[in-house]
Nanobody, 125 residues
Framework: QVQLVESGGGLVQAGGSLRLSCAASGRTLSSFTMAWFRRAPGKEREFVTAIIWSGGNTIYADSVKGRFTISRDNAKNTVYLQMNSLKPEDTAVYYC??????????????????WGQGTQVTVSS
């Protein structure tokens, strides 16, 4: 099991940027495929992006393509989500999640067994 802690959320104006971090402990990050999900007010949690253990392959939800970038630094046991050109509809609690690297990329919540507690991102118009 790996423990995940998100940080970097906050309040930003539309068009602005934020960078979220997800720090892992308990296991080495290179053993995991990592992902970000989000839950907007009154909505179900949804997939945002995922990255394989090496960082060599990523997938994104259509709603964030071209604006968000996922990256990882296995030496620092940290995954990042750079969010640019933020919109009010990006307002949500953002969660990082992990699944064993052997299973590859996925955009399904049920495939991820470890979750952080979430960090709030609020985008004002």
């Amino acid at each position: 099991q790996v423990q995940l802690v998100e940080s970097g959320g906050g309040l930003v104006q539309a068009g602005g940027s934020l960078r979220l971090s997800c720090a892992a402990s308990g296991r080495t990050l290179s053993s995991f495929t990592m992902a970000w999900f989000r839950r907007a007010p009154g909505k179900e949690r949804e997939f945002v992006t995922a990255i394989i253990w090496s960082g060599g392959n990523t997938i994104y939800a259509d709603s964030v393509k071209g604006r968000f970038t996922i990256s990882r630094d296995n030496a620092k046991n940290t995954v990042y989500l750079q969010m640019n050109s933020l919109k009010p509809e990006d307002t949500a609690v953002y969660y990082c999640a992990a699944r064993p690297a052997d299973y590859g990329l996925s955009n399904r919540q049920v495939d991820f067994g470890s979750w952080g507690q979430g960090t709030q991102v609020t985008v004002s118009s």
